[in-house]
């Protein structure tokens, strides 16, 4: 009986093994390039960018700058570059990108 059992489970490990693996494709809306706004072109430069590179950049000039906050890595302490962006002085790193979806078009 024991061996019963074990049949069905190895028979669905085998057929998910032969499957082959899907390459994801990429999203097209996070491929197309965004102008950004003179307050966020001001960090990120004014070249068209795709909305991956913008979040990319500003984390660069995040680190860059010191900009984390040292008690809690999450939040984000805007120098006067950033307040422009983000419109108050400190921001979690999960708001970041909603907030820079108001300086891309």
Do not use: C
Request: no cysteine.
């Amino acid at each position: 009986m024991a061996t019963a059992k074990k049949a069905p489970a190895q028979a669905a490990a085998a057929d998910k093994a032969a499957a082959p693996a899907k390459k994801r494709t990429p999203n097209a809306a996070f491929m197309k390039a965004l102008t950004p706004s003179p307050a966020l072109a001001a960090v990120v430069g004014n070249a068209p960018l795709p909305r991956t590179e913008i979040i990319s950049k500003l984390w660069v000039y995040i680190k860059a700058h010191n900009l984390q906050d040292a008690a809690n890595k999450r939040m984000i302490n805007a120098d006067a570059k950033l307040k422009e962006v983000f419109g108050k002085p400190q921001v979690s790193m999960f708001e970041m990108a909603g907030l820079i979806g108001k300086h891309v078009k």
